[in-house]
């Protein structure tokens, strides 16, 4: 167990829905990254939020949304879902940017 | 731009001997780190193994080796004595140099162990 928690576990939701995935780091990590795993793209970078600002962006789409809140929890929002956005959407979490990051189980998404 | 290649989409080894797995990078800073994560079946990203660009040493962490060789800029991962639930996909990850702590990830490798 990482200690990153992810929630939920699974979702199957429609075209055009809009969903929320939600993350709680590791006690004490104050550095939280969102990644997107599917098949044709691998592991890519979405998100960075450090401290409740937001550090780093990749290639996230502008239909998906971030936040971090003050207990640093963190939440990923998905709207306007196509199928293509069905993927294994991880959170991770790190004490610093230059420590190591810890992954959570991943929130499987299908989009139907 | 940084970039992570890992070459060998699957591997096979024999239980109890050793194999590795091979990762390329691509960067122009000096500063970076290197990273292994396992992914089993299950799904879960694994943290394995981190190596520092300016470590002397290579890094070990039990039955985990990396072998870094920053001429050659390679970071290959060693599992020495091999068991079945080391079957998994491997990604190597490069952090980005900058204050991010963004990972660069590589396709993976996929490995099965035969007993």
């Known amino acids: 167990d990482s200690g990153v928690t992810q929630t939920p576990k699974h979702l199957i939701t429609a075209t055009g829905q809009r969903v929320t995935l939600r993350c709680s780091p590791r006690s004490g990590d104050l550095s939280v990254y969102w990644y997107q795993q599917s098949l044709d793209q691998g592991l890519q970078f979405l998100i960075q939020?450090?401290?409740?600002?937001?550090?780093a962006k990749g290639n996230i789409l502008e239909r998906f949304s971030a936040q971090q809140f003050p207990d640093l929890h963190s939440e990923l929002n998905l709207s306007s879902l196509e199928l293509g956005d069905s993927a294994l959407y991880f959170c991770?979490?790190?004490?610093?940017?230059?420590?190591?990051?810890?992954f959570g189980q991943g929130t499987r998404l299908t989009v139907v | 731009a940084q970039k992570i290649t890992q070459t060998q989409p699957g591997m096979f080894v024999q239980e109890k001997e050793a194999v590795t797995l091979d990762c390329t990078y691509d960067?122009?800073?000096?500063?970076?780190?290197l990273f292994w994560y396992k992914q089993p079946s299950s799904g879960e990203m694994i943290f394995l193994i981190y190596?520092?660009?300016?470590?002397?040493q290579n890094a070990t962490e039990g039955r985990y080796s990396l072998n870094f060789q920053k001429a050659r800029k390679s970071a290959n991962l060693v599992i020495s004595a091999s068991q079945l639930g080391d079957s998994a996909m491997y990604f190597c990850?490069?952090?980005?140099?900058?204050?991010?702590?963004?990972?660069?990830f590589g396709q993976g490798t996929t490995l099965q162990v035969k007993p």
């Open positions: 991770a979490s790190s004490v610093d940017v230059l420590t190591e990051a810890f």
């Open positions: 960067t122009s800073d000096p500063s970076y780190g």
């Open positions: 939020y450090y401290n409740g600002e937001e550090r």
């Open positions: 990850a490069m952090r980005e140099p900058s204050n991010t702590g963004k990972l660069i």
């Open positions: 190596q520092g660009s300016y470590d002397q």
